[in-house]
């Protein structure tokens, strides 16, 4: 017995110890913003930024000013982006930590809003049809959204909007818990209490962005080599309903490896729409009243409200004037290392708008040196007499990513068009794509096939290259039509497969090929004749 009431003693204690409840703080709107946009990791090189479905990730930095009780409180951080991803969330700042982290399930809509008044009082305000006048009196929320909503009132229970006349409820207050913004909190504890600033950073679903580049030759050139200005827009995309304005902003280049399901991760929050049943008002001997008329279509959630959309010019739709017609205000982003990946800051601020698609120039460089290469194959299986056109030449837009050349920032991938001049004024040159460049690699950019270099090359025997033939003569005829010189390069075999011997010049390897570059003059037609040979001859 002792021991009994030694054991209901200390739990009386228990019971009456008091229980202290969680202060609800919400912090501020972010008085500094930074939004880093990831590319997505899935999209080729030749493939179109998707405005309307982007798969790519932002790490979002917000810093918020908090006011804390002293003890435990919860902390709102109202105004995330809807694609959170709130596993990857931190905040850092708070003088006692974060004990728990939440994320409200359920956004601000009619639906949410007769949920969170059942059993409580709302006016319904209707017109009378004997004096046309409105009247408003109060009513009880007897059931919830997922049906016919049935109020009590002094004349008994009915259900809202069967009637067939316009009828409008009036709500006290939001009910707790509910924001018409998706809202992330976290549960603290100060000892002192206090006013600090917060920085919370998470990563969210639904950005991308791409690069455009805009080149314009000079009037100026020396046979192939030429300089042209080069201007590179940023496209970015959020898709998310939350704009995120005044944000300093970084672009991470590079292929990132992702792993999670982020995309099933971003569960945004929900914003129902109220749907509302209805039963025949009158009884069978009366004769049943028409059914109302079916209620509006509901509103779209927040999420999916019409754009706030920017208006967007590509590098592919920009005429070269337009791009270039404020290239003094134009400054170049800062480039950092990321382990294998590259940051871009975009200098000044920028307004990431809530489902749009915006521009921004972030590379302005005005005399990159360049070269025209035309380039050709060989077919050691063919016979260089059997007939047939020569074929035309690709080529290919050659520099440097070095200070010297006018360059020197890694590039990142992304379409490029290509202006030149005429005495009409400026036209379309070509359009290309670039790949990611990093400093100091060779730049090379697929144009349009020559109409005016051609070459033909195979074997000169009509059996071409015999297996088991220790050497294969083989022969290179290239025309240039141009006023001036042309280099061609000759892919002469693909690397490791053969053993080759051109006079006059090493094979060198480039882009899997073994290859020789040779000049060809103005106005003329030029043969070469080379061996060949399988590496694993004897």
Request: with cysteine; aromatic share 6%.
């Amino acid at each position: 017995m002792r021991s009994a009431a030694i054991l209901l003693a200390g739990l009386g204690c228990v019971l009456a110890a008091p229980l202290w409840a969680r202060e609800v703080v919400d912090a501020s709107a972010p008085v500094d913003l930074a939004v880093t946009i990831y590319r997505d990791p899935d999209r080729d090189q030749e493939d179109e930024l998707d405005a309307d479905d982007p798969r790519g990730l932002a790490m979002i930095s917000e810093t918020r000013r908090v006011t804390l009780p002293k003890g435990e409180s919860t902390i709102r951080f109202e105004g995330v982006a809807e694609g959170m991803i709130g596993v990857s969330a931190i905040v850092t700042g708070l003088p006692g930590g974060t004990i728990e982290k939440n994320r409200n399930a359920q956004l601000l809509s009619p639906a949410a809003l007769v949920d969170g008044t059942l059993g409580n009082r709302v006016t319904i305000t209707r017109m009378n049809p004997a004096t046309g006048r409105q009247v408003s009196e109060s009513a009880v929320v007897r059931t919830r959204a997922d049906g016919g909503l049935v109020l009590q009132t002094g004349q008994g229970f009915e259900a809202v909007q069967c009637s067939g006349l316009p009828e409008t409820l009036t709500y006290d207050r939001i009910p707790a818990g509910l924001s018409a913004q998706p809202v992330f909190s976290v549960d603290t504890r100060s000892a002192e209490g206090g006013t600090y600033d917060v920085t919370l950073t998470y990563l969210a679903w639904g950005f991308d962005w791409q690069a455009d580049y805009v080149g314009r030759m000079s009037g100026e050139r020396s046979g192939e080599n030429f300089e042209m200005g080069l201007l590179s827009w940023l496209s970015l995309v959020n898709d998310n309903g939350q704009s995120f304005d005044n944000a300093r902003l970084q672009i991470i280049a590079g292929e990132l490896n992702v792993e999670s399901d982020y995309e099933g991760l971003a569960d945004p929050p929900v914003a129902e729409g109220l749907y509302l049943t209805c039963w025949p008002i009158g009884s069978t001997s009366a004769g049943l009243l028409p059914p109302p008329p079916p209620p509006p279509a509901p509103p779209p959630p927040p999420m999916m409200a019409m754009e706030s959309s920017m208006i967007v010019v590509t590098g592919q739709r920009l005429r070269a004037q337009d791009a270039f017609a404020d290239l003094p205000q134009v400054k170049t982003a800062t480039e950092e290392d990321l382990g294998d990946l590259k940051l871009f800051r975009v200098p000044g601020r920028v307004d990431v708008a809530a489902k749009g698609l915006k521009q921004v120039a972030f590379l302005n460089k005005d005399a990159v040196k360049a070269r025209l290469l035309y380039q050709t194959g060989c077919d050691p299986d063919g016979w260089i007499d059997e007939g047939g056109d020569p074929v035309p030449a690709d080529v290919l837009l050659v520099t440097k990513n070095e200070d010297k050349q006018g360059l020197g920032i890694a590039l990142p991938q992304g379409a490029m068009t290509l202006y030149e001049p005429t005495a009409g004024g400026e036209r379309l040159g070509a359009t290309t794509s670039l790949r990611d460049y990093a400093r100091g690699q060779d730049i090379e950019l697929d144009l349009p096939e020559s109409r005016q270099v051609f070459a033909r090359c195979a074997a000169v025997s009509r059996t071409g290259r015999e297996e088991g033939r220790k050497w294969t003569a083989m022969r290179s005829v290239l025309t240039n039509a141009n006023p001036h010189p042309v280099t061609v390069r000759l892919q002469l075999g693909w690397a490791g497969g053969f053993d080759i011997r051109f006079p006059g010049k090493k094979p060198v390897l480039k882009n899997g090929y073994q290859t020789v570059e040779v000049t060809l003059p103005a106005n003329s037609e030029k043969t070469f004749d080379w061996r060949l040979r399988d590496k694993d001859s004897e």
